[in-house]
């Protein structure tokens, strides 16, 4: 886990909004609880996601493109490049063929890419109807060594999946952990969630964060809540 990020920084805001409207409403309810936001498809199929990205660059926020670029490598490098462009941090690619991960390497300049190894949403039984068997960990760790043996900068993975990956892989590759339930399991749609000392006792170096800071009572003073948590697991 790298030790330079400040606690506030380590918090990831998933801005999962159909609109521009919805998204600045958001940014003025969390002022600068929040300093860094996921931005992915629901905006981008809303028609609003670069107008969002500005907004977000405007107010001098960190910008997380969450859209998870899978294609041939031509494709991919050429997105990449054009994402590239924008002021934006990381930016997603699943983790497929190592052609279309270097692929991708090559093109993203400054930006950060993370590889995206299993969704936080599938566990065992998932991956077994997809025809890929074995336990969760061991796919996150195998494609873990491709994507950073292509150039990859990170992966996203569950907080659950970060001792094996760690003691595999080392501390230098980024670590980006989705659900995250600071209240523990929800009964919600991710199945592999860890709570926040948890994700960060076991190497993430970032956390993203969405229901449990849109359904709160006060969403600013649960970002703040969990700014806190990270900076005492961070100590």
């Known amino acids: 886990m790298s030790e330079s990020i400040s606690a506030r920084d380590r918090l990831i805001f998933a801005l999962d909004v159909p609109d521009r409207a919805a ?18 498809l629901e905006l981008l199929s809303g028609g609003d996601y670069f107008a969002v990205l500005d907004e977000l660059a405007r107010r001098g926020k960190k910008i997380f493109a969450d859209l998870k670029f899978h294609d041939v490598p031509a494709t991919v490098a ?8 924008h002021p934006v941090t990381f930016a997603t690619i699943h983790c497929d063929s190592r052609a279309m991960l270097e ?16 969704l ?28 950073q043996g ?3 900068d990170g992966v996203v993975c569950s907080g ?15 670590t980006v952990c989705p659900g995250i339930r600071p209240a523990g399991p929800a009964g919600d749609d991710q199945k592999r969630t860890v709570d ?39 100590a």
Do not use: C
């Open 160 to 174: 659950a999946d970060l001792p094996r990956l760690r003691d595999a892989l080392g501390p230098e590759l980024l």
């Open 196 to 234: 926040v000392p948890t994700a960060f006792a076991q190497g993430a170096d970032y956390i993203v964060v969405g229901r449990p800071i849109r359904q709160a009572a006060d969403p600013r003073a649960a970002a703040e809540a969990i700014v806190d948590q990270i900076a005492a697991a961070t």
């Open 78 to 85: 050429g997105a990449v490049r054009g994402m590239a462009q």
């Open 23 to 40: 998204a600045v409403a958001w940014m003025d309810r969390l002022g600068d609880a929040v300093s860094f936001y996921k931005i992915g």
């Open 120 to 147: 936080t949403s599938n566990d065992a039984g998932d991956l077994a109807a997809l025809g890929v068997h074995g336990d969760p960990a061991d796919v996150v760790i195998q494609r873990a060594q491709l994507a």
């Open 150 to 152: 292509a150039g990859i």
């Open 103 to 118: 692929a991708a390497a090559a093109a993203k300049g400054s930006l950060q890419l993370l590889a995206v190894t299993v």
